[in-house]
């Protein structure tokens, strides 16, 4: 585990399962219809129960770098956050789309008075965006978000796997974040 302080707030990396986190919000790497698919989502969706899938579809969807708030249902977590990442392309476009979908998600949260969120990293399985572009991004993100206006006073990062965690730590090194 890893803390980062960015002002007020903490910012954190571990290893472990986002559907386990006890927090205001948990984020959900989602796709543009909110169905619940493979990967953390179908995760997500498994634990939540089927009133999460319900609810998504509700909403009927959400544009790539954008994001929706739902109920937790029968997660620990209050809310879920489904952010839409992009499928990596090569595009110049991709990394814009990444930040903006981890800065409405914490924009999102702000609205809602949670303070306490926790990421998995967006887009670095199914959609296939690489580790050591995505992470640096992710962090650099929320960094800027925390920093300026935030009441925000957690942004977890809950990553799955070590190569994931490692990259992440990488990325923080990169930044000049100091533990
Ligand atoms: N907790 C934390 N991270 C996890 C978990 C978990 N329980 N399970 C997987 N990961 P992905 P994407 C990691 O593929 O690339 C879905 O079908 C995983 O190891 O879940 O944004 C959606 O519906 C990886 O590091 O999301 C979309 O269609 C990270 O979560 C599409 O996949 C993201 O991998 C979105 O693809």
Redesign the pocket.
Known sequence: MMQFKIGLATLELIR????EQDVDAIV????E?L??????????HRAAGPELAEACARIGGCPTGEARITAGYHLKARHVIHA??P?YSGNPRDAELLASAYRSSLLLAEQHGLQHIAF??????????P?DEAAPIALATCRDVVQSHSEIRLVRF????EE?FQAYVRAAQNLGLIP
Request: net charge neutral.
């Open positions: 472990g399962n986002i559907v959900n790497a989602a796709n219809t169905a619940p698919g493979g990967g953390v989502s179908g995760a997500i839409v990442g499928r998995p990293s967006i887009s670095t399985g199914i959609y296939g965006y580790l809950v990553l799955f796997d994931t």
